[in-house]
Each structure stands twice: as C-alpha cells, then as structure tokens.
C-alpha cells in the first residue's frame, strides 16, 4: 500500500541515491527509444544505461567521479 510514510521513504531514495538527468530528443525519438526498450523488456533508463557501459567497456575507458570508480563497480 503506497502512503504519506512510503512515499518519503521514495523521495528520500531518490535523493540519496539517484541523480537525474533530463535528455532532449528530436520529436518522435522518446517513443522510438521507448518502444525498442520494451521490446528488449527493459526500461529506457536501464537501456541508455546499458549502452553507455558497453560502450565505456568497449573502450576500455577508466574513471572515478564523486567516489564512484567505474572499473571497480563493473567487477
């Protein structure tokens, strides 16, 4: 049951942990990119994240920002 005490519990989450990140896309897009997501049965955050990995992966690409140590994280 969602109430007052979960949804602080949610918005304390999402502050703590979770950064937001606002993209603009050509109209049309947003629901191309939405679809393909679906069709893979992931959202379109865990998708646009799951490219940029791979990509960083591919690349061999090393960083740490804030305390996150993207080659330690990925092990």
């Given amino acids: 049951m969602y109430n007052e005490k979960s949804k602080e ?4 989450y999402m502050k703590e942990k ?7 896309f050509p109209l ?23 490219l940029i990995d791979k990509e960083i ?8 920002v804030q305390g996150f140590n993207y080659t330690e994280e990925k092990k």
């Fill in 18 to 24: 979770r950064e937001k990140l606002t993209l603009n």
């Fill in 9 to 12: 519990r949610t918005m304390r």
């Fill in 28 to 50: 049309g897009y947003k629901d191309k990119y939405k679809q393909f997501a679906d069709s893979q049965g992931i959202s379109l955050t865990s998708l646009i994240i799951e």
């Fill in 57 to 64: 992966e591919k690349q061999d690409y090393s960083c740490s």
